[in-house]
């Protein structure tokens, strides 16, 4: 089935937010902390702007809460009279021309009286650094499982390793963008969003009004990867102030510059392993620290580093597993949801360090994971046992042979020798994705989703889970075409609207296909009951039966409803943070060759192969397209993405300098799929949409290690780093 | 943001004298990288180059290849004749931006622009070609390797336009360029090389290593002499004296001094005879 939007897209006609026409509205600029961190001490509006024209909102503008409502609610709307960040909102102003709002912007100056920052997440704050708690720590997480001190201590084999990875910007190809104005009493809202109930009830804390009195309304998205996960809230609350203040319709759209330096980004991490080992390689203990940069306030912290955690002792067995995770706060811009949200760290650091082993034991790398992938009836850190069916020796074995693993291991002894100064390597990563929701979170989501027939006989999808190119749309309605035995043209997506749509969860964590196409399913089941049809019922029948249910109740709304129930068999422990972390986790191996020009240390990737198991495979091209662009985007992490910070705050904020991998920096991706139908997932599918960013960076440096001698441990390996290991190696 | 449109040289060089501080603008390539975030660059006055038919062609003559004041790096990738005598302007106009850029951008623009990380000027400069410059005073001509005074600093009055660039015809027996960036594409050079060899000499021309870009005497004369260079390491000394990189947002100063030597030495290792 072709993509739905696809056509309008490809022609240009799909119409974003700043597309859309706005009779009379303003445009809205956010005034920015000059400083990390300190009391504002003056705020001066500079006389070369006419400022009786320009609509100006500060923190006392905030009806009711000025919190961003999220975890916690320590985020200020707008700053009051204390920065903790560079490019912090302190002000917003709004005037009928862009260039002028503008000029405004830039003609106020915040005075911040400074105070001292902590701006390393690795090293421990001094006393006057401290700003949350007693020691920065926003979150504290432990897993435990068996007794890692005396395996630790009666290992023949102890091998450390600490591992780092940097910020990643998400640049989604449309940046952040709202507009909001009144609509008699009820303030309206639209923008590029993934999650519209998150920035409804945004709004409704911060501005005091009930869910009667806003509407939130989903615009086509231009990508998201999570930086449309929470960070909508503020600009959504920014332009509603705006609105609000001016009696007037405001459109607040970021340019890159602005985007990429005060949104959020993919968390830093540190993480240090110990791991026991016997002499042939199995593991014994895996003692695991993960520390996250977590920035100036909590955000989704929190949860990025629960996943970040339950994922860092990977997919391998192992009786003895200690795992302590810790987010900091720094006076950093706040990090959020990135694709992956931090298992993409932790696997990096897991995946790099086992090959680190192999080379300590003289073992190859194959071979350790080997031994040590989990077998069902194996558990995990949390002590999920494993029981899918999943042969994940296969999965090993047919990355191997797609990527001609051995072969290339020969060859490139021989092509090494030869060359003067190019080197080729090949390498490895063996993973795992939990899908949905971690935990009791898809419980606590409670998501419930309505598949309405309508008098012409169609049926449409009423859910909150939006398009951004991941191909929400084809997916949904292939899943209801499919259950009710319709064409995809009688089927219609409804527009995320908070007025019409039930609250089916946030478009993340890979819930999507599975955890919403399930209620899709169930609802579509419920429709064709309320029209008297069993189960079996398909096509014209279904399509009868609907408009003959419409001319028995004439105007009234025909819905099936479903409401998320958790699989049999799932429990989890939110203290102890142990049992059945996710209800599906998918699983992978990916292989990466690499080409190093040692003159410059410039590394390229010259073949990729991605095998996973994700269950079934609902639609293989946009399958095929969200594993092609999470390995992208894995290289991009892994050799090139590098956020150059200044107090706290990116100064590469420019797509000059920021770099992402072109066409030419990508090498052919060959991606295979195992099947193994998830019982509990819409047709048999699992989570897809984040398992592929989490393998290439590993996979990509074991090759350059591979390929070079050298030992990298961190990312991006930029070429500059990569010539400095190299030079200390040889 | 005042944009005046000139139909003929003669009236562009009158808007550029008439006002003083008024920015030619020929593809505008290099203004709208800068647009979102440099403010000031809205109040300031264009003159817009683009209906200056005059100054679009390239041309030949029994003596040199002149490029006009507007034409683009398109137009010397198309033209197989640049390709055969001049394959460095080919090679460098393809590394620059994407297509689109290409057919935008001019390689007039490109010297003007006096980034020290440009990709046009360093072949322009190997080549030993001239920046020919008009104004309502005249004309006057500068050899590229002498137009940079400093950073972003050059010979040309506010008044002047650039109209030409001329390029000698020389047969040449050894020519690369070379260009070192943080990914395969539209990237902008961390380190950039141009190496020529004619019956004028050698010349080596280095981007992103000083804040011009600059001719590297230095190692021009240890070519010259035939030196013996037995390691990368032995051009250190000589890169040392010619150019003067730093750490910037794209790269580190002793990254771009190593892999200047290795590009180097890899380079002419053959021509040169070294080991």
């Not at chain 1, 007693?134 to 009666?154: F, P, S, T, Y």
């Not at chain 1, 046992?385 to 090993?396: H, K, M, Q, S």
């Not at chain 1, 350059?704 to 030992?711: E, L, N």
Request: glycine share 8%; proline share 6%.
């Amino acid at each position: 089935m072709q993509r739905r939007e696809g056509l309008a897209k490809l022609t240009g006609r799909e119409r974003y937010v700043d597309d859309l026409p706005l009779e009379g509205a303003l445009w809205g600029m956010t005034v920015r902390s000059p400083a990390p961190r300190g009391r504002v001490s003056a705020v001066r509006f500079r006389p070369d702007v006419n400022w009786s024209e320009i609509v100006v909102v500060d923190y006392r503008d905030v009806p009711t809460a000025n919190e961003i409502l999220l975890i916690e609610r320590d985020q200020p709307v707008l700053a009051a009279g204390y920065v903790r960040h560079v490019h912090e909102a302190v002000l917003l102003v709004a005037h009928p021309s862009r260039e002028m709002a503008r000029r405004a912007a830039r003609a106020v100056d915040v005075v911040v009286a400074p105070e001292p920052p902590a701006l390393d997440f690795r090293a421990p704050p001094r006393p006057e650094q401290i700003q949350f708690g007693r020691d920065n720590v926003l979150k504290r997480l432990q897993i435990a499982k068996g007794d890692v001190e005396q395996a630790l201590a009666r290992a023949p084999v102890v091998v450390e390793g600490v591992y780092e990875t940097g910020a990643q910007e998400h640049v989604y190809l449309e940046t952040q963008g709202m507009i909001a104005w009144l609509e008699n009493d009820v303030l309206v809202v639209k923008g590029s969003m993934q999650c519209p109930y998150y920035v409804l009830n945004a709004l409704q804390h911060a501005l005091g009004r009930d869910e009667r009195r806003v509407r939130v309304i989903q615009t086509p998205t231009g990508g998201g990867f999570g930086g449309k996960e929470e960070y909508p809230s503020t600009i959504a609350l920014h332009a509603a102030l705006l609105a609000l203040k001016a009696g007037r319709p405001v459109k607040m759209v970021y340019d890159r510059p602005e985007d990429m330096a005060s949104t959020t980004k993919r968390h830093p991490s540190l993480v240090r392993h110990r791991t026991a080992l016997t002499t042939d390689g199995r593991l014994l203990a895996q003692d695991i620290e993960v520390v996250l940069d977590g920035g100036a306030y909590v955000t989704l912290s929190p949860v990025v580093l629960s996943r970040g955690i339950i994922h860092a002792a990977g997919p391998y067995a192992c009786d003895n597993v200690r795992i302590v995770g810790r987010a900091m706060f720094t006076n950093a811009v706040p990090f959020g949801a990135f694709r992956g949200f931090g298992a993409p760290q932790t696997l990096f650091a897991l995946e790099r360090h086992m090959d680190v082993i192999a080379r300590a034991l003289g073992l190859d790398p194959v071979e350790l994971r080997r031994r040590n992938l989990l077998r069902d009836g194996q558990s995990t850190a949390t002590g999920q046992v494993i029981r899918d069916g999943t042969d994940r020796i296969a999965v090993l074995e047919r990355a191997l042979a797609l990527s001609g693993y051995r072969e290339k291991q020969h060859s490139h002894a021989a092509f090494n020798a030869a060359q003067r100064s190019q080197r080729r390597g090949i390498g490895l990563a063996t993973f795992y994705h939990g899908a949905g929701f971690t935990g009791g979170g898809e419980v606590h989501l409670n998501s419930r989703l309505q598949v309405a027939g309508l008098p012409d006989g169609r049926v449409e999808v009423l859910s909150a889970n939006i398009e951004m190119g991941q191909g929400t749309l084809t997916v949904f309605t292939q899943i209801v075409a499919d259950r009710l035995g319709l064409a995809p043209e009688e089927v219609v997506i409804g527009e995320p609207d908070t007025a019409r749509v039930p609250n089916s969860g946030p478009t993340v964590a890979s819930r999507t296909t599975m955890v919403v196409g399930r209620l899709i399913e169930r609802a579509a089941d419920d429709l064709r009951h309320r029209v008297g049809l069993d189960d079996r019922a398909r096509g014209a029948a279904v399509k009868d039966a609907i408009m003959r249910w419409h001319r028995e109740h004439r105007g009234e709304p025909l819905l099936g409803e479903a409401v998320y129930e958790r699989p049999p068999g799932i429990a989890w422990d939110e203290e102890r943070y142990q049992g059945d972390a996710y209800a599906a986790f998918a699983w992978a191996a990916y292989v990466a060759e690499v080409e190093v020009d040692l003159r410059t240390c410039t590394t390229r990737v010259i073949d990729f192969v991605a095998v996973q198991e994700v269950g079934k495979v609902i639609n293989p091209t946009l399958a095929r397209g969200q594993v092609q662009g999470g390995v992208v985007q894995g290289l991009g992490w892994a050799l090139m993405e590098e956020c150059k910070v200044e107090n706290g705050a990116m100064i590469n904020n420019q797509l000059t300098n920021y770099i992402i991998p072109t066409s030419d920096d990508v090498p052919p991706i060959r991606v295979a799929f195992v099947e193994n139908p998830y019982p509990h997932g819409a047709q048999g599918a699992k989570g897809l949409g984040e398992l592929p960013i989490d393998g290439p960076a590993p996979a990509i440096l074991n090759a350059v290690a591979a390929a070079t001698g050298a030992d990298p441990r961190a990312i991006p390996l930029t070429a500059e780093r990569l010539m400095e290991i190299v030079e200390r190696t040889h | 943001m005042r944009v005046l449109l000139a139909d003929r040289v003669p009236e562009a060089l009158g808007l550029l004298a008439g006002d003083g501080a008024a920015i030619p603008v020929a593809g505008g390539t290099d203004l709208l990288v800068h647009w979102p975030v440099r403010i000031d660059a809205h109040d300031r006055t264009y003159v817009d180059l683009s209906r200056l038919e005059d100054l679009k062609p390239l041309r030949w003559s029994d003596r040199e290849l002149v490029l006009g004041g507007l034409t683009t790096y398109w137009d010397v990738i198309q033209d197989e004749r640049i390709g055969r005598e001049f394959p460095l302007l080919v090679r460098a106009a393809r590394q620059v931006g994407a297509i689109q850029i290409q057919a935008r951008g001019t390689w007039a623009g490109n010297i003007v622009n006096a980034s020290p990380a440009a990709d046009g000027v360093p072949v322009l400069m190997a080549y030993d070609a001239v920046v020919v410059l008009e104004s309502g005073r005249g004309r006057e001509e500068v050899p590229l390797d002498h137009f940079y005074t400093g950073y972003k600093e050059m010979r040309r009055r506010a008044d002047q336009l650039v109209v030409a660039i001329r390029i000698p015809r020389r047969p040449y027996s050894y020519q690369v360029f070379e260009k070192v960036g943080s990914r395969r594409a539209q990237a902008i050079a961390k380190v950039g090389l141009a190496v020529t060899r004619s019956d004028a000499g050698w010349r080596v021309v280095a981007a992103s290593m000083a804040p011009t870009i600059r001719r590297c005497p230095m190692l021009e004369r240890l070519l010259e002499q035939r030196v013996q260079v037995a390691h990368p390491g032995d051009l250190v000394p000589a890169i040392t004296q010619d150019v003067s990189p730093i750490d910037d947002v794209r790269s580190t100063a002793e990254y771009r001094r190593r892999v200047m030597a290795r590009v180097l030495y890899d380079d002419l290792r053959e021509t040169c005879g070294w080991p």
